[in-house]
């Protein structure tokens, strides 16, 4: 007999990890999150904190489930964070509470019609050329500005808000190749066994054959850009003709205080092994067509590869509709998919659940604490580039 039986137990403190045991816990459960490397690592602290709505879906003429999935996703997280949801996200920070979307010239038409009329319910409005943001104005822009009603979080406060009601159950594992193997070496017998690393579930599951059959992924790597000092805090997608914005930019803050612009979309569009200049230049581009007043002769840029790893999706090229739950009786293999969806990932978990809280807390104090992650901005090699 196992010396220390427990409801449940988590590998990977990512959002999917941290939102499901911060739920877990809230509810009775004794669980435990155990990481390898660091607490909001990974996919999680790489992510631009965007809380999608599916209008950007919308837009690329993809009105399906994935759209309709992920349509309730913004007011759930807004409860969460005046602390009156399933999840106590009070001690989280907004860093915008909405974006815009910005359309250059020749390209409204049927685009604008579509999401006003298919918005899924979202406060999407045009806004008037006289009630622009100043920045934008000042950027010379030329084109349609739509707002967006998506609000975009601070994901490092996010993830301490989720992980500091229970950081005792938050330990570090050193065998992260041996999951199942450290379980045992310390006595711990979990009656649910949950994987959400996303990136290493195929090789956990193949060190039983049992679990890998039947369970597929798929990767769509990203190479995001950064630079800074940024002009001033900006929230927009660059649309462009396709179903990626030509970039999304979200503003961040380094540790000393200078500011970031952090870009996605069509530009971060590559293999993560691509030379960086590929991503400045693909920037650049868009910067002179969309806002041309943007100075960035004196900037210093950077570029974060991220290993994008979802379930597989039957649609190629694109990302499931919802979350993905691999599961060989009481062990599951997650895949959250985007940030947004980490709620839904774990209402589906508890839908597998066939345990009811033991309303109990084993104290994990002899297993070593994990530490929180730092932020891409500030471990970014930065480049004076030509």
């Known amino acids: 007999m196992a010396e220390r039986q427990i409801d449940i137990v988590i590998f990977g403190a990512g959002i999917a990890g941290l939102w499901a045991l911060h739920r877990f816990k809230a509810m009775g459960y004794d669980a435990l999150l155990l990481e390898s490397e660091s607490i909001g690592g990974g996919q999680t ?5 965007i809380i999608h709505s599916g209008l950007k879906y919308a837009f690329a003429g993809k009105i399906n489930k994935l759209a309709q999935s992920i349509s309730a996703m913004p007011d759930l997280w807004r409860a969460a964070l005046r602390g009156e949801g399933d999840v106590n996200l009070s001690a989280a920070r907004y860093n915008a509470e909405s974006q815009y979307l910005m359309i250059p010239g020749g390209l409204m038409g049927s685009l604008v019609k579509l999401v006003t009329k298919q918005a899924l319910g979202n406060n999407v409005h045009e806004v008037k050329p006289d009630d622009w943001p100043e920045k934008i104005k000042s950027s010379g822009f030329k084109g349609t ?12 406060s996010v993830i301490r808000a989720l992980a500091e009601p229970y950081k005792d159950s938050i330990r570090s594992i050193d065998t992260p190749d041996d999951p199942f193997g450290f379980l045992e070496r310390h006595g711990i017998e979990a009656r649910h066994v949950i994987f959400t690393g996303a990136a290493s579930n195929a090789k956990i599951a193949a060190l039983k054959p049992q679990h890998a059959k039947g369970l597929e992924m798929q990767h769509r790597p990203l190479l995001m850009g950064l630079f800074k000092p940024a002009p001033y805090r900006l929230y ?14 979200t503003t961040h803050e380094t540790s000393e205080g200078e500011l970031v612009w952090y870009l996605g979309g069509a530009v971060a569009e590559r293999k993560k092994e691509a030379p960086a200049e590929q991503v400045f230049e693909a920037a650049r581009k868009g910067f002179v067509k969309y806002m041309p007043q943007v100075d960035l002769s004196n900037v210093q840029w950077a570029t974060v590869p991220i290993d994008r790893v979802e379930g597989k999706s039957i649609s190629e090229g694109w990302m499931p ?4 739950i691999h599961s060989i009786g009481n062990v599951h293999y997650c895949w959250p998919t985007k940030l947004t969806f980490a709620p839904l990932l774990t209402d589906r ?8 809280p033991s309303d109990t807390q084993t104290d994990f104090s002899f297993l070593p604490e994990a530490d929180y992650t730092q932020t891409p901005w500030d471990e970014a090699q930065w480049t004076k580039s030509s």
């Open 45 to 49: 602290i790489a992510s631009q904190g």
């Open 145 to 156: 500005v739509v707002f967006m009603d998506e609000p975009v979080l601070d994901v490092p």
């Open 236 to 249: 927009a997608h660059l649309v462009g003709t396709s179903d990626k914005p030509v970039a999304t930019i």
């Open 321 to 324: 509709d919802t979350p993905t």
């Open 349 to 356: 978990l508890l839908e597998k659940l066939d345990i009811k």
